[in-house]
Nanobody, 123 residues
């Protein structure tokens, strides 16, 4: 069993930056791909980014490519999402997730979810 706890959300102006972190507990973290999803009010949860177990492979949604960077530190059991050039449409609750592979995450075939952290981008 793994537990994922997000932090780092908040309010930022458009064009600004935020860094989200996800702390994982449980021995399955290093054996899992991890990633981020988001859900805006009235919309379905959507894939944002994923990173492979060793950190060598990444996937991004087209909407965040070039602006967001996912990384992980297996020694610290953490995964981070660095977000730059934030837009109002990035406003959502961001969820950390873990699955067997990055492709599984892209398909939303998730084994574990965090509780979410709110990101609000103002105009």
């Amino acid at each position: 069993q793994a537990q994922l706890v997000e932090s780092g959300g908040g309010l930022v102006q458009a064009g600004g930056s935020l860094r989200l972190s996800c702390a994982a507990s449980g021995r399955t973290f290093s054996g899992s791909a991890t990633g981020w999803f988001r859900q805006a009010p009235g919309k379905e949860r959507e894939f944002v980014a994923a990173i492979s177990r060793g950190g060598g492979g990444t996937l991004y949604a087209d909407s965040v490519k070039g602006r967001f960077t996912i990384s992980r530190d297996n020694a610290k059991n953490t995964v981070n999402l660095q977000m730059h050039s934030l837009k109002p449409e990035d406003t959502a609750v961001y969820y950390c997730a873990a699955a067997a592979t990055t492709q599984a995450l892209r398909r939303a075939n998730v084994d574990y979810w965090g509780q979410g952290t709110q990101v609000t981008v103002s105009t």
